[in-house]
């Protein structure tokens, strides 16, 4: 069932419900956790017990807690039932990627009814299982600290400023993989990533300029001279793109990066689409 927001939340009478803190994140973590166990979504994975042939491993292997361990170098973080409330924050984030690689739905399986031993499963199908772990652990993030979300490959981030997440999903209008969907991706990976630097928000918009640069000779037969002017005058003139002593240093980098970031992705987007359109408007004469 979808999780929505109920009266007293959603209308900004309950001053306890802005934002919580790391122990109520660790026990909605925990009971996440062992509703999706519970159903199966990680017997493909991790395996299962059964009364008859013992522990059944699954793809993970054998020893998830050693499987576990060797690929963040961290003890005593599985079982989650077991550990969760000695969790940091970093550990939370960490096996929430690590669950996401390895849910999976279950679809086929058989029932064992001697000792009430439970369903086996067989068949699954990943791609949704990620897609409904996505959804419901973002509706547990989302409300944690300044927010965090799973992104669609899987990784902790930053939630998106309100009203801009769409940006960040949005499809790139382009099939120039390796020198605009790939840089626009990286670009948006280290904007997000969880406590991100003010260099790693400033290498994000360069990399983003450098989009806009890569783009710009079919840009400007799309944009007006000056219009294509200001758009590089922007990271040029905040020290972004090259350093000089004309440049403006002093403005708040946690404020005007983030408004440079969203300005810069837009642009990119609006650009492609005008290139494209363009293109398409020649190819019909």
């Known amino acids: ?129 990620r897609e409904e772990f996505r959804t419901e652990i973002n509706e547990i993030l989302g409300d944690y600290k300044e927010g965090f979300s799973l992104s669609l490959n899987g990784e902790v981030v930053a939630l998106a400023d309100s009203g801009l997440e769409y940006l960040i999903e949005a499809e790139i209008p382009d099939q120039d993989v390796d020198n605009i969907k790939k840089r626009i991706d990286t670009a948006v990976r280290k904007f997000r990533r969880h406590r991100s630097s003010i260099e790693d928000r400033r290498d994000a918009v360069r990399d983003l300029a450098d989009v806009l640069e890569f783009i710009r000779p079919k840009l400007k037969k799309v944009l007006t001279k000056t219009d294509e002017s200001d758009l590089f005058n922007i990271a040029n003139n905040f020290g972004i793109r090259h350093h000089n002593a004309d440049q403006k240093t002093n403005y708040d980098p946690a404020i005007w990066l983030s408004w440079m970031f969203y300005f810069y992705l837009a642009t990119i987007h609006a650009a492609l689409r005008l290139i494209d359109k363009s293109e398409r408007d020649r190819q019909d004469l």
């Open 1 to 129: 069932m979808k999780y929505r927001r109920y009266y007293s939340v959603r209308t900004g009478k309950n001053s306890a419900a802005a934002k919580y803190e790391l122990p109520i994140l660790l026990r909605l973590f925990n009971d996440l956790v062992k509703k999706f166990e519970g159903n199966g979504y990680f017997q493909e994975a991790f395996g299962y017990d059964c009364v008859d042939r013992g522990l059944v491993p699954g793809t993970f292997g054998g020893d998830i807690e050693a499987q576990i361990f060797r690929r963040l170098r961290k003890p005593n973080l599985w079982p989650v039932w077991k550990n969760f409330e000695n969790y940091s924050e970093d550990d939370v984030f960490d096996l929430a990627e690590i669950l996401f690689d390895n849910v999976s739905k279950p679809l086929e399986g058989d029932y064992h009814s001697w000792s009430d031993c439970g369903w086996h499963y067989y068949k699954f199908d990943q791609q949704e299982g």
